[in-house]
């Protein structure tokens, strides 16, 4: 298993490598500002360190969806899967391994990010408990997203060849969500040309934070269940 | 069929049948090969030979069929028949990024056993650098460093896919004097693809003849060149040629000259072509195996 890990981690350098900028890009910035003797900002040092992890935070995802999306289509597309396919390894224990590896990943980037948040958290103006409830419910937000990010990736990942359109397909999955949401909620608002309020289901639409929950607790199970079984059935690598 | 007995055959097909889309890659290939018995397989491009290889290595799934490798189904346990073979396929996808050293580490991981003297025998045989990464390894070397993967966990089985294509005539020399060689001395079972007649000459003694998915002939290779002759008849001016004898596999006219491949021959089936109205004058003669594989595609080809 050692070994298996550390195959994922060496196919995945750049991937490792360009998603450590992604996550530490944002605080070298802050810092740049400091020694390069940029103005305070108006909150403080501290405030720009919580934005720079709140970016981050969001900006990481990306590499939560390179991660899903490259796990089983990026041995695919070099044919390194045929090598690992003809080595005596259960489809289980690769699909273990790529977990590991990705929930690694997902790990570094919470860990650093809201290790920041909570070592900072008093320096950022405003109530305590409306504050500390709004950034729960960011990085809630986030967390769900990756999640999309991850499963779709992975699912995609599972079926296709190319690590290039399960990404962007990851990537393109919560957009879809808000667009349909925006064309359903135009369509059955109160402003619908069709009319005003033409389903019950409207007033879920009136909640777009609840409904995007709603789609990612379920789209991105669904899509992890899906993409495993295919992977673990499938007799091709 | 889950398991069997040591003296079993080694590889075991019935039917296996393989269709990718509207096009059927193998058809029904019914095959047994005994441990010990080094096999060809041989065959035009596009015969199957691959896909075969491919399925017993259980990295393919079957259409329709069933195959065991020491007596397991290689579709409900592939993971334990790749324990026991050793497989060197036609093109190498080892991860490029791996140096030598790691290739070895990585597949002594996977295996329950690994002969680490054989390991390093072949290593300095093969005169490969530990260091060096895979990515700057020629095509020459690759394969040596895959038949090296391949025999150090001292498979039962090997497969070997078309495992010349690709080197030059020394490398090549090299191989199946100093590597086939020995491995086929040593009462392994080892199938060969190849359609390089001379090479699996060499090795083999057995054959089977792949074409169109299809297995034309299979059998003893010594035994199957003995019973196998080419007849050449000339032919009186303006006659053509009569029925030809039973087990002709292919047949050709040229001016007055008829040629005739002819499978399981016997003298009365030479005595049968002389006796032919309008045969002026006939002879035998032993094939190669270059000129009978020939012969049984051109023949399978004019559809005769």
Redesign the interface.
Known sequence: MNWLLWKDYRHNRVVVVAGLLLLLGPYAMVLFAILAGFDEPRDGWASAFVGAAAYSLFMSQLTVAVVGGNAIAGERVDRSAEFLASLPITREKIVASKLLFALAVVAAIWLVNTGVFWSLRATIPGDPDFREEKLAKIAANIALTGLVFFCVGWCLSSFLTSPTFSVAGALVTPLLFVWTYMLVAYLIGERSPLGPRMSPAASLFDNFELSYRIFCLTLAPLCFAIGTRHYLRRVEP | MTTSAPSGPAIECIGLTKRFGSTLAVSGLSLKIPRGCTFGLLGPNGAGKSTTIRML??????TAGRAWVLGTNV?SD???V??RVG?V?E????????RVREVI???K????RWNDQTCREMLELFGLDPEKKVKQLSKGTLTKLALLVAVSHEPEVLLLDEPLSGLDPIAREEFLDGVLRTICDRGQTVLISSHMLDDVRRLADTVGILYEGRLLLEGNLDALLGSTKRITATLRDGCRPKEPPDGTVWQRLQGREWTLTVRDFTAEKFQQVRALEGVEHASAADLGLEELFKDIIRGQRAGQ
Do not use: V
């Open positions: 290595m259980g990295m393919l799934s079957i579709q592939p993971t334990q790749k324990q497989y396929p093109t190498h996808h080892i991860y490029r990024w791996m580490g990585f597949c991981a996977c295996f329950r």
